[in-house]
């Protein structure tokens, strides 16, 4: 096992920029989740990790040792691609012994770590199967178990899950980070699917345009985005963010009512601003501002809103049950502690500053 | 509404009545080829067996003969030397196209400047007239004249005797087969190799694989249905391979480039022995269907 330090680093396509500088420090053992929209240059990052991609600038470093100029084989580290990458012409048993194999190992050291692998993984009644006789789950499985087999400093995961579908997706999703609890193997896991990154990470790299937008574990970026792109990004339903400007102690929402202002708001007043508030911190509130319902989806364990308030689309997400149809009025309040502010110039944070 | 329950009943029952009316007139449409097939290769083989089993020279009549065309073949040396000499013709018409074929697509797979140039220039050869180009091989080939042995001999090597020596003129029949002949297989592989999937290699690289071992353990294995189509094509036109033989050497010196196809031109076109030549001919062909079936079979085992 071993950390691994970014600095500086960049990468150009020709004369294109994909990724401006970035310097992120993953800790020893420590699971990673690099998490943005397509095109954010995550899976360009891992690559550049894996060293399957060149380093235009800056420094890449797992453990102690900068390896911007190894080659990918002498890197100690295992990749498990979108794909799966598997061998298509050898049995689930020589997909993973490949490594093995080349490196030349005793037979006994073979039959040994692919032995567990399988275990783990519960693999061991497919060993003679080929990839095209797996499914997507199983694939998936066999290209964990080849990464586990060499016994890596880092395991780098590319998108494993967007090829399966959600209830397997879940469930890898468990497997996966069960497994690391088992190894404790330094990772570094890239996705577009917050939810993902939500449930997995010890720490969540959330990327934008080739930018790190925010470090920290995934409740430090749901409770304190530190800008409106970690706000929308993290959290589903997305945040609702509503334009004005603070005045006199309340946030002036463009469409004219007033909303409470966090605690601990530091700015001048009379400053234009965001309002950010999470759809499950507005309650229904016999005191709150009315809002005409457009529509409802109950899920079960909650009750999902969308309703205007004062001509802004707002989403709201109630744990009570909601009896409210589409054209109803219903009375709704921010809870004022929750509420995060937003400088509707720079994107970043106003309030609670850490 | 009885009409509603009952129309699509009836549109279901006169659709599957067209079906069936569609399948009894099928045979009409398929009644040209048929008609080409049966005239053209059903009619011509019925009738090479035919003969092969009468006592038939051009001129003379015929007589039935039984196996006697068949049982005089195991008596014949010229026959047998032919076969063994095709054998040995084919083998060596794989054998090498296939290495080079193989090695340039490789090559010509990887990014390199000006690469569809080199690659146009380099399937050029398979686009000549095979008699065309043997003849001027053949102009090459001239021990005084030739430029080949000019240039054997401004490099400070020995002239060679090429095509006029019974050592040395199979090897050199091949390599005009091979010359002209290696472009198709690099064309099959290299299609083959653009549609391998690319993420394997990055996984193999990260496993530890160098070079050669991405060659050996994946490119290979994933590339041999494509090698094996290309073996099939090669074996069969190297087995029957005539016009660039029959214009360079002419089976010669004395017999000794010979091949089963050329032996059997002389049977029926010189000796005029139509008889003999179509039972080599039924001979040739079993040949060739063997070769072919073994090749097909490795094949169908791989994939």
């Not at chain 1, 080659?71 to 990458?85: L, S, T, W």
């Not at chain 1, 400053?271 to 509130?285: D, K, M, S, V, W």
Request: charged content about 15%; glycine content about 8%.
């Amino acid at each position: 096992m071993a950390s691994v330090s970014l600095k500086q680093v960049r990468k150009t396509f020709g004369s294109t920029e994909v990724l401006h500088g970035v310097s992120v420090e993953i800790g020893d053992g420590e699971f990673v989740i690099l998490v943005g929209p397509s095109g954010c240059g995550k899976s360009t990052l891992l690559r550049m990790i894996a060293g399957l991609e060149n380093v235009t600038h800056g420094e890449i470093a797992i453990g102690a040792r900068v390896v911007n100029d190894v080659a990918p084989k002498e890197r100690d580290i295992a990749m498990v691609f979108q794909n799966y990458a598997l061998y298509p012409h050898m049995t689930v048993r020589d997909n993973m012994a490949f490594s093995l194999a080349l490196a030349k190992a005793p037979d006994t050291v073979v039959e040994a770590r692919v032995g567990r692998a399988a275990q783990i993984l519960g693999l061991a009644q497919l060993l003679h199967r080929y990839p095209r006789q797996l499914s997507g789950g199983q694939r998936q499985r066999v290209a964990m178990g080849r990464a586990i087999v060499r016994d890596p400093q880092v395991f780098l995961f590319d998108e494993p899950l967007s090829n399966l579908d959600a209830k397997l997706r879940v469930q890898m999703r468990a497997e996966i980070k069960q497994l690391h609890q088992r190894l404790r193997t330094t990772t570094v896991y890239v996705t577009h699917d917050q939810i993902e990154a939500m449930t997995m990470a010890d720490r969540i790299v959330v990327m934008n345009a080739g930018h790190v937008e925010q470090v920290g574990t995934p409740l430090e970026l749901y409770d304190r985005p530190a800008n409106l792109f970690v706000a929308g990004f993290i959290g589903s339903p997305a945040m609702n963010l509503l334009e004005g400007q603070i005045d006199g102690g309340v946030f002036r929402a463009r469409s004219g009512m007033d909303l409470p202002l966090p605690a601990a708001t530091e700015c001048q007043e009379a400053q234009t601003a965001i309002y950010g508030i999470r759809p499950e911190h507005i309650q229904l509130r016999d005191d709150g501002l009315p809002a005409t319902v457009y529509v409802v989806e109950p899920t079960g364990s909650e009750t999902q809103v969308i309703a205007h308030w004062a001509g802004t689309p707002v989403v709201c997400a109630f744990r009570e049950r909601v009896t409210a149809r589409p054209g109803d009025t219903i009375r709704i309040a921010p809870e004022p502690r929750l509420a995060h502010l937003f400088d509707n110039v720079t994107g970043l944070r106003i309030n609670g500053l850490q | 509404m009885p009409d509603g329950i009952d129309a699509p009943r009836e549109t279901a029952t006169r659709r599957k009545l067209s079906r069936r009316n569609y399948a009894r007139s099928y045979w009409l449409f398929i009644l040209p080829a048929g008609v080409v097939v049966a005239a053209v290769i059903l009619f011509p083989w019925a009738f090479t067996l035919f003969m092969s089993l009468q006592d038939m020279h051009v001129g003379s009549a015929m007589s039935f003969a039984g196996l006697a065309n068949y049982r005089r073949m195991l008596d014949d040396d010229r026959f047998l030397w032919a076969i063994l000499r095709t054998l040995y013709f084919t083998s060596l018409s794989v054998f090498f196209p296939t290495i080079i074929g193989v090695a340039a697509a490789v090559c010509f797979n990887k990014h390199f400047p000006l690469r569809s140039l080199a690659r146009t220039i380099f399937i050029l050869p398979m686009m000549a007239t095979p008699v065309a180009v043997a003849l001027v091989w053949t102009m090459m080939f001239h021990p005084q004249l030739g430029v080949l042995n000019y240039l054997l001999t401004s490099a400070g090597l020995p002239p060679s005797t090429w095509v006029y020596d019974s050592a040395t003129v199979i090897p050199t029949l091949v390599m005009v087969e091979t010359w002209q002949w290696t472009p198709l297989v690099m064309l099959i592989v290299l299609g083959g190799l653009a549609s391998l999937p690319a993420d394997p290699y990055e996984a193999a690289q990260l496993d530890g694989a160098n070079g050669w071992q991405c060659f050996r353990h994946i490119t290979l294995p994933l590339v041999w249905p494509f090698i094996l189509v290309a073996l099939v094509l090669r074996a069969v036109d190297a087995l029957k391979a005539f016009d660039t033989i029959f214009v360079i050497s002419g089976g010669g010196p004395g017999t000794s480039s010979e091949t089963l196809n050329l032996y059997l031109y002389q049977q029926a076109f010189a000796y005029y022995d139509i008889g003999f030549a179509s039972a080599i001919v039924v001979v040739f062909f079993a040949l060739i269907m063997l070769v072919t079936l073994l090749l097909m079979r490795r094949r169908s085992a791989t994939s």
